[in-house]
Every structure is written in C-alpha cells, then in structure tokens.
C-alpha cells in the first residue's frame, strides 16, 4: 500500500498545521464571544440582539471554513509547487465577525446610556 505524496506534511514543523489551529480557536473564540454578547444583551435589546449573535457566530463558523478550506489548498500548492498560495477571505470574515461583535457592545452601551 503506497501512501499519496500529498498527504504527507509538507512543513516538518507543521506550520500550516499550527495556523489552522490557531484559526480553530479564533473563530471559537468569536463565536462564543457573539453569542455570550447575545446573552448579556438581549434584554436591553430584544430580538436585534439575537440576530447580531447570530450573525456573528455565523460570520465566525464562515471564516473557520474558509480557513480550512485555504489550508487544504495551500496544504496541496505546497505540495505541487513548493510555494504557499493563501486567500484573504478567512481574515475578511473574522474581521467582520469582530466588527459584529464591536457593534453589539456598542448598541448595548448606547442603549444603556439613554435609558440611563
């Protein structure tokens, strides 16, 4: 039985490993983060608050799967052609992710100051 080149690791150190994992934790991090801001602001806010959470846990779970998916590509250009072919879609989610967040925080603080 002969394994497939392209399923060995590329990078002994499993760089591109270690980035998707770090990936992994981020957008865990984010989505929990949208979804506890939900939590804490859904009173003051009502049902907005549960569709940013949502949002933002979803924008979270996206950019995981873009990363993963940037992973296998850059796992397979690697192995092809020796050079790192990567997208900017996965920060583009996250960062949208956070600004989801971001907005929440604020909508909260706003809201509490005028009811204030």
């Given at each position: 039985?002969?394994?497939?080149?392209?399923?060995?690791?590329?990078?002994?150190?499993?760089?591109?490993?270690?980035?998707?994992?770090?990936?992994?934790?981020?957008?865990?991090?984010?989505?929990?983060?949208?979804?506890?801001?939900?939590?804490?602001?859904?009173?003051?806010?009502?049902?907005?608050a549960?569709l940013?959470?949502?949002?933002?846990?979803?924008?979270?779970?996206?950019?995981?799967?873009?990363?993963?998916?940037?992973?296998?590509?850059?796992?397979?250009?690697?192995?092809?052609?020796?050079?790192?072919?990567?997208?900017?879609?996965?920060?583009?989610?996250?960062?949208?992710?956070?600004?989801?967040?971001?907005?929440?925080?604020?909508?909260?603080?706003?809201?509490?100051?005028?009811?204030?």
């Amino acid at each position: 039985m002969t394994q497939d080149p392209a399923d060995l690791v590329y990078d002994p150190g499993l760089q591109p490993e270690r980035t998707l994992l770090a990936w992994r934790r981020t957008c865990l991090s984010f989505a929990v983060t949208s979804l506890v801001g939900m939590r804490f602001t859904v009173s003051a806010l009502g049902g907005i608050a549960v569709l940013v959470g949502v949002v933002g846990a979803a924008l979270a779970v996206l950019a995981y799967a873009l990363a993963a998916h940037g992973y296998r590509r850059a796992h397979l250009s690697l192995h092809r052609d020796g050079i790192l072919s990567r997208g900017g879609l996965p920060m583009l989610a996250a960062t949208a992710a956070v600004l989801v967040i971001g907005g929440l925080c604020t909508a909260y603080l706003v809201v509490g100051v005028i009811r204030a």
